[in-house]
């Protein structure tokens, strides 16, 4: 059985920083490509950043810079690492592993995910 769990997210002043991880069990990352995506209360699902087979990345245009996606595939654990935070990236941030090669994935499997709470 697959159990993907992201880890550290937490309440953080604006301007802060967070890195968040992801793991799984049952689950091979391998060179899947894999994304964020994050959640705020009353709105809808949007994609934060996405790493493919190759190790290209992408991000939200909302992202300016301040978010840095990586994987290491020796731990099996992707990392969002999320600088200057401000107010509005205040959500649910889920992982989510794709079964094909390339970015945007649809996400094939998901955690739970973790909130990040921005205090201004």
């Known amino acids: 059985q697959v159990q993907v769990v992201e880890s550290g997210g937490g309440t953080v002043q604006a301007g802060g920083s967070l890195r968040l991880s992801c793991t799984a069990s049952?689950?091979?990352?391998?060179?899947?490509?894999m994304a964020w995506f994050r959640q705020a209360p009353g709105k809808g699902r949007e994609a934060v950043s996405c790493?493919?087979?190759?190790?290209?990345?992408y991000y939200g245009d909302f992202v300016t810079g301040r978010f840095t996606i990586s994987r290491d595939a020796a731990k099996n654990t992707l990392y969002l690492q999320m600088n200057s935070l401000n107010s509005a990236d205040t959500a649910m941030y889920y992982c989510?592993?794709?079964?094909?090669?390339?970015?945007?994935?649809?996400?094939?499997?998901w955690g739970r995910g973790t909130q990040v709470t921005v205090d201004s």
């Open positions: 790493i493919d087979w190759s190790g290209r990345t």
């Open positions: 989510a592993a794709g079964n094909g090669t390339h970015c945007p994935i649809r996400g094939d499997y």
């Open positions: 049952g689950l091979i990352f391998g060179n899947r490509p």
